[in-house]
């Protein structure tokens, strides 16, 4: 697990120079570019363990999400060696899981619908949880090496979230699907700048993606009679290819217990161009920036840390989505524990690093919208890593 | 472990105990970016009008939703596309869901009357007075009034606008259970809470007339609900008579 302390890192101290260097570097980097809309801002991938801490990982982050959270942290990773291995990862809502509960013999709820014998009662109650709670379910895999220099990945992604709504923006009953499909390949290089706490890192990536959404008015005949054809639904999952980078800077300023970073990222610089999708056609180059502070000891340590997303509002994100803040816990190296805010919600989980398997689980609420309340999904993950 | 270490674990561990707490005491259902703000960290941000009717309407607060698209149509009047959802919302609070209504559509496929079809998804009126009753005819009525407030060119593009498409399909539906409903307070006592068909005797020929118009009016627009109203308007005008004597013999024939 690399949640480590990086305590065989060297020790550096900042200087009104260094801190000139990072502020120029900043300023070109913050330039703003104008480009198209993409849909969504939220992460092609992203680890458990930094989901818990609220998703503040640009100056911390967990093994293969480290290229995508920040590639200039690869270097602060303590030894060459940093990654070998794969993951998996499956989300699901809390309503689902609650729902698939009361399907489970011997449950209270599933006990009064079997004793009425009624199908129809079944089949009705099944309709009013489905108008009532919306379903999200997806899955995370990856497979990667990386090491202090750089590191190679590849990496799939799907999700699906479906409401059903009672009363749809029209009126009648609908259902909504929303998926995101996200496959692809990262090839990542850092180095830190000699003679100074600061690293540089970027990550070239290659990506298959598809974000499909729509609405169907359940009493539209027109609108279900379009879904049954083939292509129509083929539409609806094409997927667009692209090439893009991402590129991160981590100033690191080590004391005997307490360090502070600060990171900046660029997201998809000078923008990424997809092909063969009118659905997507590219992602705009999204600025952040993090800063946190360590307490550690020898083998423990709490890290405290905050992120601004999207600083030069590319996709308008709001307040509330672009601010992510958390505090992970690592405990003799090899237990986690994190808790955050994800989206201007609560978030949680832990993580345990039985050697060649870490096991992770967190609890958090995604808002779908960029209006808060609007469209929360409470989602549980767990997280199998194999590797070391 | 030596004691300095075991001290320094200790203080992690409490660390994150009182880290946890404050994060489970900012546990509910309020996000950090609602309005007015919580947290001088994230700037709140404020809902749309759609954007509260939304969640009214998920949370089920048929009340809410109804004001706020009240005013949201005020101060829009001719932003025609919330006019149909605000009558779905007059017509749940009436107590005929929509969802109801088109998920049994299939069971209408016997039935020649828009009573004996509509019935099953109409408010019973057993578990009210008859002014509460009363009440939720009028809201139908709004219902109907609402989609009918809708000008001819915006309803012309039912066959490429949701919207529009969506009005269309609710106008005969909403027409038909407004005439159910107004037919089932002249059948039904409310003191008793039964069936009652010496109820007949208060329906007056204004009663009748209104009924009958809602009536032609459902039948003019065709579809599943709108065949089923011309179908009971047949039924009733084969008596021959006035429409208080068609009407009071087509709804004792009928027995509901």
């Given at each position: 697990m690399q949640i480590g302390l990086n305590n065989k890192f060297g020790q550096h101290s900042a200087t009104p120079a260094h801190l000139v260097v990072l502020a120029g570097v900043c300023l070109v980097w913050m330039a703003p570019l104008e480009t198209a809309r993409a849909k969504d801002l939220a992460p092609m991938y992203e680890e458990t363990f930094d989901i818990a801490s609220g998703g503040a990982s640009l100056t911390r982050a967990t093994r293969y999400g480290t290229v995508f959270s920040n590639?200039?942290?690869?270097?602060?990773?303590?030894?060459f060696h940093r990654w070998l291995g794969s993951e998996f990862s499956m989300h699901i809502n809390k309503e689902s899981v609650d729902y698939a509960k009361t399907l489970l013999p011997g449950s209270t709820s599933n006990q009064s619908d079997s004793g009425d014998g009624s199908t129809n009662s079944a089949s009705s109650k099944f309709v009013d949880h489905v108008f009532s709670a919306p379903f999200l379910a997806g899955t995370q895999t990856s497979f990667a090496y990386l090491n202090a220099y750089g590191g190679i990945g590849a990496f799939s992604k799907f999700e699906v979230d479906l409401e059903a709504q009672e009363y749809s923006e029209s009126g009648m009953p609908a259902v909504t699907l929303r998926g995101k499909s996200y496959q692809g390949g990262t090839l990542s290089g850092a180095a830190r700048i000699p003679f100074m706490p600061l690293s540089l890192g970027v990550t070239a990536k290659y990506l298959l993606a598809a974000e499909p959404m729509t609405s169907i008015d359940v009493a539209d005949p027109n609108a279900l009679a379009q879904y049954q054809d083939p292509s129509a639904l083929a539409d609806l999952v094409e997927q667009a290819a692209g090439y893009g980078f991402d590129v991160g800077a981590l100033v690191f300023l080590q004391g005997p217990r307490m360090d502070y970073r600060f990171a900046l990222k660029v997201d998809d610089a000078g923008g990424t161009s997809f092909s063969g999708s009118d659905q997507i056609k590219e992602f705009k180059q999204v600025t952040s920036a993090g800063a946190a502070v360590t307490f550690h000891t020898g083998k423990d340590a709490i890290h405290l840390a905050i992120d601004r997303r999207d600083m030069t509002n590319a996709y308008n994100t709001p307040p509330f989505k672009a601010t992510r803040a958390g505090v992970k816990v690592i405990l003799r190296n090899w237990v986690g524990l994190a808790a955050g805010y994800y989206d201007g919600y609560p978030s949680m989980g832990a993580e345990i690093d039985l050697i060649l398997l870490k096991v992770g689980v967190a609890s958090y609420r995604r808002e779908i919208s960029d209006a808060p309340g609007l469209t929360p999904r409470n989602i549980y993950v767990a997280n199998f890593a194999a590797g070391f | 472990m030596p004691k300095s270490a075991q001290s320094k674990s200790m203080t992690c561990s409490t660390m994150m105990a009182m880290l946890v707490s404050v994060n489970l005491t900012g546990?509910?259902?309020?996000?950090?970016?609602?309005?007015?703000?919580?947290?001088?960290l994230v700037k709140c941000t404020e809902l749309t009008a759609d954007e509260k009717i939304r969640i009214a309407l998920d949370d089920g607060d048929l009340d809410t939703a109804r004001s706020l698209l009240e005013e949201a149509i005020a101060a829009e009047p001719e932003n025609y596309n919330r006019y149909p959802l605000l009558a779905a919302v007059y017509s749940g609070l009436a107590g005929f869901r929509l969802l109801n209504a088109i998920s049994g559509a299939?069971?209408?496929?016997?039935?020649?009357?828009v009573t004996s079809a509509l019935d099953a998804f109409l408010p019973d009126p057993a578990s009210m007075s008859r002014s509460d009753y009363n009440a939720r005819i009028d809201l139908m009525g709004l219902a109907v009034s609402t989609i009918q407030a809708l000008p001819a060119s915006f309803l012309a593009e039912s066959g490429t606008d949701k919207y529009a498409a969506s009005a269309a399909q609710q106008l005969p539906l909403y027409l038909s259970a407004h005439a159910a409903m107004y037919m089932k307070l002249f059948t039904f006592n409310f003191d008793s809470g039964t069936s009652d068909l010496s109820q007949l005797t208060s329906m007056s020929a204004t009663d009748a007339d209104a009924i009958i118009a809602i009536l032609t009016t459902a039948a003019a627009q065709g579809g599943t609900f709108g065949d089923l109203a011309a179908s009971t308007l047949a039924s009733i005008n084969s008596?021959?008579?006035?429409n208080l004597d068609n009407l009071a013999n087509f709804l004792g024939n009928s027995g509901s």
């Amino acid at each position: 697990m690399q949640i480590g302390l990086n305590n065989k890192f060297g020790q550096h101290s900042a200087t009104p120079a260094h801190l000139v260097v990072l502020a120029g570097v900043c300023l070109v980097w913050m330039a703003p570019l104008e480009t198209a809309r993409a849909k969504d801002l939220a992460p092609m991938y992203e680890e458990t363990f930094d989901i818990a801490s609220g998703g503040a990982s640009l100056t911390r982050a967990t093994r293969y999400g480290t290229v995508f959270s920040n590639p200039a942290l690869l270097p602060f990773s303590g030894s060459f060696h940093r990654w070998l291995g794969s993951e998996f990862s499956m989300h699901i809502n809390k309503e689902s899981v609650d729902y698939a509960k009361t399907l489970l013999p011997g449950s209270t709820s599933n006990q009064s619908d079997s004793g009425d014998g009624s199908t129809n009662s079944a089949s009705s109650k099944f309709v009013d949880h489905v108008f009532s709670a919306p379903f999200l379910a997806g899955t995370q895999t990856s497979f990667a090496y990386l090491n202090a220099y750089g590191g190679i990945g590849a990496f799939s992604k799907f999700e699906v979230d479906l409401e059903a709504q009672e009363y749809s923006e029209s009126g009648m009953p609908a259902v909504t699907l929303r998926g995101k499909s996200y496959q692809g390949g990262t090839l990542s290089g850092a180095a830190r700048i000699p003679f100074m706490p600061l690293s540089l890192g970027v990550t070239a990536k290659y990506l298959l993606a598809a974000e499909p959404m729509t609405s169907i008015d359940v009493a539209d005949p027109n609108a279900l009679a379009q879904y049954q054809d083939p292509s129509a639904l083929a539409d609806l999952v094409e997927q667009a290819a692209g090439y893009g980078f991402d590129v991160g800077a981590l100033v690191f300023l080590q004391g005997p217990r307490m360090d502070y970073r600060f990171a900046l990222k660029v997201d998809d610089a000078g923008g990424t161009s997809f092909s063969g999708s009118d659905q997507i056609k590219e992602f705009k180059q999204v600025t952040s920036a993090g800063a946190a502070v360590t307490f550690h000891t020898g083998k423990d340590a709490i890290h405290l840390a905050i992120d601004r997303r999207d600083m030069t509002n590319a996709y308008n994100t709001p307040p509330f989505k672009a601010t992510r803040a958390g505090v992970k816990v690592i405990l003799r190296n090899w237990v986690g524990l994190a808790a955050g805010y994800y989206d201007g919600y609560p978030s949680m989980g832990a993580e345990i690093d039985l050697i060649l398997l870490k096991v992770g689980v967190a609890s958090y609420r995604r808002e779908i919208s960029d209006a808060p309340g609007l469209t929360p999904r409470n989602i549980y993950v767990a997280n199998f890593a194999a590797g070391f | 472990m030596p004691k300095s270490a075991q001290s320094k674990s200790m203080t992690c561990s409490t660390m994150m105990a009182m880290l946890v707490s404050v994060n489970l005491t900012g546990c509910g259902t309020k996000n950090l970016g609602s309005c007015p703000g919580i947290n001088p960290l994230v700037k709140c941000t404020e809902l749309t009008a759609d954007e509260k009717i939304r969640i009214a309407l998920d949370d089920g607060d048929l009340d809410t939703a109804r004001s706020l698209l009240e005013e949201a149509i005020a101060a829009e009047p001719e932003n025609y596309n919330r006019y149909p959802l605000l009558a779905a919302v007059y017509s749940g609070l009436a107590g005929f869901r929509l969802l109801n209504a088109i998920s049994g559509a299939s069971s209408t496929s016997g039935s020649t009357s828009v009573t004996s079809a509509l019935d099953a998804f109409l408010p019973d009126p057993a578990s009210m007075s008859r002014s509460d009753y009363n009440a939720r005819i009028d809201l139908m009525g709004l219902a109907v009034s609402t989609i009918q407030a809708l000008p001819a060119s915006f309803l012309a593009e039912s066959g490429t606008d949701k919207y529009a498409a969506s009005a269309a399909q609710q106008l005969p539906l909403y027409l038909s259970a407004h005439a159910a409903m107004y037919m089932k307070l002249f059948t039904f006592n409310f003191d008793s809470g039964t069936s009652d068909l010496s109820q007949l005797t208060s329906m007056s020929a204004t009663d009748a007339d209104a009924i009958i118009a809602i009536l032609t009016t459902a039948a003019a627009q065709g579809g599943t609900f709108g065949d089923l109203a011309a179908s009971t308007l047949a039924s009733i005008n084969s008596g021959g008579g006035n429409n208080l004597d068609n009407l009071a013999n087509f709804l004792g024939n009928s027995g509901s």
